[in-house]
């Protein structure tokens, strides 16, 4: 599968942002999609995941902020962030783990957030 993120800009605190993970490819269900991000001098983390059937795991940073979906029919991921802080300015990818894998063996290309005081 292949993947392309998309809907990254910049905004005011307390904005809204829409992320899109976009899927090339057969069988979309049959893979977790996770979103991770990497802030400027900052390692790599896990924002969310998605699994098959909808349910989805947040990071305790964006919960209650963010939240994530999916739909097969079309092969897209989203990551809806709203109450945007400046410390969730960073590059955020996402990416795909297939049913039966052990990582992440799919990534995207990254979309800029930038969120100013």
């Known amino acids: 599968v292949q993947l392309q993120a998309s809907g990254g800009g910049a905004v005011q605190a307390g904005g809204s942002l829409r992320l899109t993970c976009a899927a090339s490819?057969?069988?979309?269900?049959?893979?977790?999609v996770a979103w991770f991000r990497r802030a400027p001098g900052k390692d790599r983390e896990f924002v969310a995941r998605?699994?098959?059937?909808?349910?989805?795991t947040l990071a305790d940073y964006v919960k209650g902020r963010f939240t994530m979906s999916r739909d097969n029919a079309v092969g897209a991921s989203y990551l809806n962030m709203d109450k945007l802080r400046p410390e969730d300015t960073a590059v955020y990818y996402c990416?795909?783990?297939?049913?039966?894998?052990?990582?992440?063996?799919?990534w995207g290309q990254g979309t800029q957030v930038t969120v100013s005081s």
């Open positions: 490819g057969r069988s979309f269900r049959n893979y977790t």
């Open positions: 990416a795909a783990q297939r049913l039966g894998d052990n990582q992440y063996g799919y």
């Open positions: 998605i699994g098959w059937s909808g349910d989805y």
